[in-house]
């Protein structure tokens, strides 16, 4: 009987999740002040399902991931959002949500899990990576919560290196990993502090805050404490699932689910001045000596490019519809701790 509880809890919380990402990112509106400033459109036909984005600025590129069904393949965009190439690895992951860069690595993270269902998630690393389109060795982290299975799409990477994972849910939490994981066994994730509901993606800010993205905002939290600092609202987005600091070091860049999906700039929080400039390609591949993959899909722009943002409904609507997703998110908390 225990069990079957337990199944209905995770079945209410997922369909909670559902139902709230949908109200967000269908109906909520971005609130006045937020820019609209695309820096780039992701063009290439493979792409349809841009779940994370991360900046390497060693090699002058953003990488990217279709969240399922694409296996060990990552993605390099040049900065107007072209594709340099592919980045493969002998891997079936299951849900993979979330990319990072911290040093030489190149960090995949495998945890998504909307059915709340998975007995362990993982972390793969690739060192050195380059958009050359070949199929290089990996390695990776295998995690455990210490408390039961959680959705997540956001894999951060503090200024120490050390991995921490934001979960996605009416009550998301941020849970570390141990200072140097284990290869060989099973790491527990331990809850360190709580997070916005239904966080998408996130990253580090060269200050050392943390910056989370949800269907409607980006939210800062410091990066010590984890304790909510600021909030920014979004451009409307039809599924907005991946936040990365531009290359530059001046914006943040949130994109979106979709084909031709485009990804807007935003001020860095807290650093006031407008949104940086749409940037510029940075021409060829750094490294000429490689089979480099084709290019972006010659059929890609001769699809249909999606309209401007919808424009501003109004602070009340805003403030009205926010009042519906609370309630939900009241109802699915309670459902969930329900005996």
């Known amino acids: 009987m225990a069990r079957g509880r337990g199944r209905s809890r995770s079945a209410f919380r997922g369909a909670g999740a559902v139902l709230l990402g949908l109200l967000l990112a269908g109906g909520l509106p971005a609130a006045a002040g937020a820019e609209d400033t695309v820096a780039f459109t992701i063009g290439d036909r ?31 965009l040049e900065e107007d959002g072209r594709l340099r190439g592919t980045l493969n690895f002998r891997a079936q992951p299951t849900d993979v949500e979330a990319l990072a860069v911290a040093g030489n690595r190149l960090y995949v993270a495998d945890i998504g899990d909307n059915g709340a269902v998975r007995e362990q998630v993982s972390v ?81 800010l060269p200050d050392g805050r943390i910056a989370l993205l949800t269907y409607g905002s980006v939210e800062v939290l410091d990066g010590d404490t984890y304790a909510p600092v600021s909030s920014t609202p979004i451009p409307r987005q039809p599924q907005a699932e991946s936040l990365a600091v531009s290359l530059d070091g001046t914006s943040l860049l949130v994109g979106s689910e979709g084909r031709r999906s485009r990804v807007y700039a935003l001020p860095l929080p807290g650093a006031g001045g407008e949104a940086a400039p749409a940037p510029t390609s940075t021409g060829a591949p750094s490294d000429d000596t490689t089979p480099v993959d ?35 998110a009241g109802v699915v908390v309670g459902v969930v701790r329900s005996p």
């Open 46 to 76: 493979r792409i349809t399902e841009s779940s994370g984005l991360a900046g390497d600025v060693a090699n002058g590129l953003y990488w990217t991931v279709n969240d399922s069904g694409d296996g060990g393949t990552v993605y390099g």
């Open 124 to 204: 793969y690393f690739l060192t050195n990576p380059r958009a050359t389109g070949l199929t290089v060795t990996y390695n990776s982290f295998d995690f455990r919560y210490e408390d039961g299975a959680h959705d997540a799409e956001t894999l951060l990477v503090d200024p120490d290196g050390r991995l921490l994972v934001v979960t996605k849910g009416a009550q998301g939490g941020v849970y570390r990993a141990p200072q140097a994981p284990s290869r060989s066994s099973t790491n527990e994730l331990r809850r360190v502090g709580d997070a916005p509901a239904l966080v998408t993606d996130g990253v580090f």
């Open 294 to 328: 084709p290019g972006e899909d010659p059929d890609a722009a001769a699809e249909e490019d999606p309209g401007p943002s919808a424009g501003r409904r109004g602070t009340l609507l805003a403030v009205g519809l926010a009042a519906v997703v609370a309630v939900v």
